[in-house]
């Protein structure tokens, strides 16, 4: 049944969305090593309009302690150095006229366990979104059934999204396992 397959889908892909979601929020978390997605969240009120800082500068880290950071425009310099400074990231950017060079600090002991239990609650919250998404589906296979599904049909659909929801639940628990090792390696 058609319908069947359509729902199994879209369980499937919202469960997808929860991994990339988490995916996303785990690059912005730092381990200790300098990357440019530590700055994502920055934003930039740059002639008014207010900018991801990706936008208005090129970043690079050209090792794991450095970001660079270099404006398009050289007098967005000081409005990109308050955007970090406000952005509260406990970076100290300097400039020397040209680019922003940030010195990223080691990370402490009590900080990496901050850190730890900060991924373990993101990956709490995307196994929620993955088990939304088994419940709304089995949720609409039993109106189905009402409408005349079949309880077989109804019972195999079921099996297939509870599958479908272990895999992406095993592979949240890597995704914060793999990254709780990136934090705890010093």
Do not use: C
């Amino acid at each position: 049944m058609e319908d069947l397959e359509l729902y199994i889908e879209a369980a499937s892909e919202g469960m997808l969305a929860a991994i990339e979601h988490l995916e996303k929020e785990l690059a912005k978390v730092r381990a200790g090593k300098a990357s440019p997605a530590m700055l994502d969240s920055v934003r930039v009120d740059y002639y008014g309009v207010v900018s991801p800082i990706s936008q208005i500068a090129n970043i690079t880290s050209p090792d794991a302690k450095t970001i660079f950071i270099q404006p398009w425009d050289k007098t967005a310099i000081s409005v990109i150095e308050k955007a970090i400074l406000a952005a509260n990231l406990g970076f100290n950017p300097a400039n020397n006229g040209e680019v922003i060079r940030i010195m990223v600090p080691p990370l402490t002991e009590e900080r990496r366990l901050q850190l730890v239990k900060q991924i373990k609650t993101l990956g709490e919250n995307a196994k929620i979104a993955i088990r939304n998404q088994r419940r709304d589906a089995i949720e609409e296979f039993k109106k189905l059934k009402k409408d005349g599904l079949s309880e077989d049909q109804a019972k195999t659909a079921e099996q297939e999204v509870h599958k479908t929801h272990e895999d992406f639940i095993k592979k949240v628990d890597l995704l914060i396992n793999e990254k709780e090792k990136e934090i705890m390696t010093v």
